[in-house]
């Protein structure tokens, strides 16, 4: 099935700072989601967006769909350790047909 | 708060075994899906339903099934255990136009 491409695949960054990270398509979607997973736990919704060129944040995650609808992008300020686990995102055509997801990024925070 | 409930946290069962993975989910909604999780692989859709005794293929269904004879309940079935299907097995529901939501997951190891 497609998947969709999110980068980075792992990132070890120092307590404190920013963190990006994005996903594409090669296909077009009506909403994007952020999900983010701890060890041994399900996915957890972080953001859901649902129009191009939506800006929405969570705390301190800031997450955007992009005006071509084929990307989306997952910023996470001044990082602290609980900030460590698995992103997901996800790309969906409407409400009745299934995700597709990227293939997580994993996010090492160090003290 | 959305919750979605599965019946086992951590599951061990033997080859040729037939598996039952039930998931609850109390929200009144209509799809549900089952995943499974592997490194490397990312999030894989098996099966999902958009209603009461209605199911569709996901990506990878070989080698299962599934039920859904109530609107709460979605149940997972590996007809006969195999050790390629030891992974992390994750439900998910959604009502329309909220996004997914999972469960915490089900670790079914296969010996």
């Known amino acids: 099935g497609q998947q969709l491409n999110q980068s980075p695949q792992s990132m070890f960054i120092q307590e404190g700072e920013d963190v990006s990270m994005n996903c594409t398509s090669s296909?077009?979607?009506?909403?994007w989601l952020w999900y983010k997973q701890d060890p041994g736990e399900g996915p957890v919704l972080l953001i859901a967006?649902?129009?191009?060129?939506e800006l929405t944040s969570n705390g301190r995650l800031t997450a955007q769909f992009g005006i071509t609808r084929k990307d989306s992008f997952l910023n996470i300020s001044a990082s602290i350790p609980s900030d460590v686990g698995i992103y997901f995102c996800?790309?969906?055509?409407?409400?009745?047909?299934?995700?597709?997801f990227g293939k997580g990024t994993r996010l090492s925070v160090i003290a | 708060d959305v919750k979605v409930t599965q019946s086992s946290r951590y599951l061990v069962k033997r080859t040729g075994e037939k598996v039952f993975l039930e998931c609850v989910q109390d929200?009144?909604?209509?799809?549900m899906f089952w995943y499974r999780q592997d490194p490397g692989l990312g999030l894989r859709l098996i099966y999902f339903?958009?209603?009461?005794?209605?199911?569709e293929k996901g990506d990878i269904p070989e080698g299962y099934s599934v039920s859904r004879e109530k609107k709460e309940r979605f149940s997972l079935i590996l007809e006969s255990a195999s050790t390629n299907q030891t992974s992390m097995y994750l439900c998910?529901?959604?009502?329309?136009?909220?996004?997914?939501?999972f469960g915490d997951g089900t670790r079914l190891s296969i010996l």
């Open positions: 929200m009144d909604h209509e799809n």
């Open positions: 339903s958009y209603d009461v005794k209605m199911k």
């Open positions: 296909s077009i979607f009506n909403t």
């Open positions: 967006l649902y129009k191009a060129g």
């Open positions: 996800a790309g969906q055509e409407s409400g009745n047909t299934p995700l597709v």
């Open positions: 998910a529901s959604q009502g329309i136009p909220q996004p997914q939501h």
